[in-house]
């Protein structure tokens, strides 16, 4: 009985400084280990959290009237044979557009739709000459916004992409009829500066200058430098 006694009393004592060697263990790796900051831990957050935090979005339409310069025309219809003039008068150039974008803080990005139609006003050797232009622009555009007074922004930026453009002929020289629809699509950019006035936290208005151009125009029977337009916009913003 003593033996096994002692026995159990030697297993006991065995096991005891088993748990107790695994306590101090324990201890010594929670006392090496660094105290949980979490001021630290939250700033290590902020700084993995992805680009977008802090974004938002917005949709805008907008209308704008376009002055265009002179233009050179050159083109070979049949039956009339071949037409060029370097003193093309253009009319005035009517559009419309929206576009759908990204904010963060005072920068913006967006994607633009727009169109604009514009024709030949005038030309000189030709007769009866009946032109209508209408261009389609897809625009990647990038601006920056600037206050400048409480609620007003004075926003700079551009943009570029691909400008398609229609081209519906109308020609009529010495008795010979010719017409033509026809299109191209070329790179077209633009510069635009202008204010931002802010009604309320979701809606606001602008307007602003744009500078507009694209490559020269190449149609299947018309040849012709690309038009520079000074274009007033004006138009209204939703933040969402």
């Keep these: 009985m003593r033996r096994i006694l002692t026995s159990l009393c030697a297993v ?5 400084a088993a748990h107790a060697q695994d306590y101090l263990s324990d201890y010594k790796t929670a006392y090496d280990s660094p105290a949980y900051n979490a001021e ?32 050179e025309f050159t083109a070979d219809f049949p039956g009339i044979g071949t037409l060029s003039n370097d003193e093309v008068d253009m009319d005035n150039a009517i559009g419309a557009g929206f576009a759908f974008g990204l904010r963060k803080e005072k920068w913006r990005a967006e994607f633009e739709a727009s169109v604009q139609r514009f024709g030949y006003s005038e030309t000189v050797g030709i007769n009866g000459l009946d032109t209508d232009l209408t261009n389609y622009n897809f625009f990647i555009n990038a601006y920056y916004d600037m206050p400048i007074k409480e609620n007003i922004d004075l926003y700079l ?16 020289v010495i008795g010979s009829d010719f017409n033509d629809v026809t299109h191209d699509v070329v790179f077209g950019y633009h510069f635009d500066t202008g204010l931002n006035i802010k009604l309320n936290k979701k809606l606001e208005v602008f307007a602003g200058y744009r500078l507009f151009s694209t490559q ?18 004006t138009g209204i913003r939703y933040n969402f």
Excluded: K, W
Excluded at 157 to 172: L, M
């Design 12 to 16: 006991t004592l065995l096991s005891t």
């Design 40 to 71: 630290l831990d939250l700033a290590n957050t902020n700084e993995a959290a992805p680009f977008f935090d802090g974004v938002t979005t917005y949709a805008q339409v907008f209308g704008s009237f376009g002055i265009t310069n002179q233009s």
């Design 157 to 172: 930026g551009g943009g570029a992409g691909c400008s398609i453009y229609r081209g519906d002929f109308d020609v009529s």
């Design 216 to 233: 020269d125009i190449e149609f299947d029977e018309v040849q012709m430098e690309a038009p520079v337009i000074h274009t007033i916009m």
